[in-house]
């Protein structure tokens, strides 16, 4: 069943700033660390963030510092991506997924959400 | 950074077996067993089919298997099927500063 649902796709300008949700199932922020993931028009896919929602803690690549912020709502089970000074080169599609933490942290990204398309033009 | 070096694409005929190797550069790649395997076909979000390097999630058929030797890690596809034709990532998470990182990608064709 789908456990992680995105936001629909946005169309935005160049200098502006986009937020994308991810609404998950359950008790899933206590349980799981949930990762940023974003892939430019075919290209690969390029590692953003992470927040660990049991602790309140994010941590980001070197690449977003200072453009990104990754926030949870643990009462309403959803995860946020602000994505801030948007050029041309940042659209892509931007998906969520999670990483099992409970009972112990577990390397890898076992769902995704459906993605999101933000594409930024003037 | 480190960075993950898969080769752009592999091909087979149907009922082959390929490899899609991934090398990585640190220290950590070599010493852990944290690679991940997904794959992607066009339009849809990434599945995962490896992870701690061998193992697989349930419902992931058997037909797929991960190994690592030294700083290379590698994908197997035994008994290839038309279905499998898409493109697949490796994926490592380093403990020390709780980054991720993705090799470029591999497109499998299936001749």
């Known amino acids: 069943q789908v456990q992680l649902v995105q936001s629909g796709p946005e169309v935005k300008k160049p200098g502006s700033s986009v937020k994308v949700s991810c609404k998950t199932s359950?008790?899933?922020?206590?349980?799981?660390?949930i990762i940023w993931v974003r892939q430019a028009p075919r290209q690969g896919l390029e590692w953003m963030g992470r927040?660990?929602?049991?602790?309140?803690?994010?941590n980001y690549a070197q690449k977003f510092q200072g453009r990104v912020t990754i926030t949870a709502d643990k009462s309403t089970g959803t995860a946020y991506m602000d994505l801030s000074g948007l050029r041309s080169e940042d659209t892509a599609v931007y998906y969520c997924a999670r990483e099992p933490v409970v009972p112990v942290v577990q390397y890898y990204l076992d769902s995704w959400g459906q993605g999101t398309l933000v594409t930024v033009s003037s | 950074q480190s960075a993950l070096t898969q080769p752009a694409s592999v091909s087979g005929s149907p009922g082959q077996s390929i490899t899609v190797s991934c090398t990585g550069t640190t220290n950590d790649f070599g010493s852990y067993d944290l690679v991940s395997w997904y794959q992607q076909h066009p339009g849809k979000a990434p599945k995962v089919l490896i992870f701690e390097g061998l193992r697989r999630p349930s419902g992931v058929s058997t037909r797929f298997s991960g190994s690592k030797s030294g700083n290379t890690a590698s994908l197997t596809i035994s008994g290839l099927q038309p279905e499998d034709e898409a493109d697949y990532y490796c994926c490592f998470h380093h403990i020390s500063d709780k980054s991720v990182v993705f090799g470029g990608g591999t497109k499998v064709t299936v001749l």
């Open positions: 359950g008790d899933s922020l206590n349980s799981y660390t």
């Open positions: 927040i660990i929602p049991l602790l309140g803690v994010a």
